[in-house]
């Protein structure tokens, strides 16, 4: 079974404009999962989405948006980009069932805004 | 409000000895408690979990000791390798959210040979 995918997996982006990036999780996963990666905060939920809703969502601004599509596929959209955004977003899926919990994570995109 | 805190953040260990991170919550509703490990260029990947009914878990090398009064839990990685030098993750998630996970800081693992 193929793993999580996203893409793509370097990005370099100025201040002020918008990126997208997307996922594709395990074959058969509806929950999408995507968490921010930096050093200086570590390892953030980002939002979660299953069968095309919004389930949970962190504590970031608006600018962080994402969807996620029929076929389970998942995008993530940022919005006039900071240098704070520099980061590795990784995106996970899962099964979401009370007895399948684990979250499978992608290799991450790496985004660096100038 | 860091909910799962991690120590140490770094470990040096030799290759055979025992490696013990730890990790407090504070948090009661949290109810899944896994561990990850993460490679450069590499997301995290699981390598156990545990529920708070159970006070120990042992996958291989890999075991977790939980204590529920005291709202800690730890990773022991028995007769260290090489290979496991990684950075290790702990995390928690309540009922009903386990896409949702709060992850400790993190603790990077050297093992020596």
């Known amino acids: 079974k193929a793993g999580v995918t996203q893409t793509p997996r370097y990005l370099i982006k100025t201040r002020g404009q918008q990126v997208t990036l997307s996922c594709s999780p395990i074959?058969?996963?509806?929950?999408v999962s995507w968490y921010q990666q930096t050093p200086g905060q570590g390892l953030q939920f980002l939002f979660e989405y299953f069968s095309e809703t919004q389930r949970n969502k962190g504590n970031f601004p608006g600018r962080f948006s994402g969807r996620q599509f029929s076929n389970s596929r998942s995008e993530m959209n940022v919005s006039t980009l900071e240098l704070g955004d520099s980061a590795l977003y990784l995106c996970?899926?899962?099964?979401?069932?009370?007895?399948?919990?684990?979250?499978?994570f992608g290799p991450g995109t790496r985004l660096l805004v100038l | 409000q860091q909910q799962v805190k991690q120590s140490p953040q770094s470990l040096i260990v030799q290759k055979g000895g025992i490696s013990i991170i730890n990790c407090a919550y504070e948090n009661t509703a949290f109810d899944y408690f896994p561990w990850y490990q993460q490679f450069p260029g590499k997301g995290p990947a699981l390598l156990i979990a545990i529920r708070p009914d159970v006070s120990e878990k042992k996958e291989g090398r890999f075991t977790i000791s939980f204590n529920k009064s005291a709202k800690q839990f730890s990773l022991h990685i028995m007769d260290s390798q090489p290979g496991d030098s990684a950075t290790y993750f702990c995390?928690?998630?309540?009922?009903?959210?386990?896409?949702?996970?709060?992850f400790g800081t993190g603790t990077r693992l050297q093992v020596t040979l």
């Open positions: 074959s058969g996963h509806r929950s």
């Open positions: 996970a899926s899962s099964l979401a069932t009370v007895s399948a919990k684990t979250q499978y």
């Open positions: 995390a928690a998630s309540k009922p009903g959210t386990a896409s949702k996970l709060t």
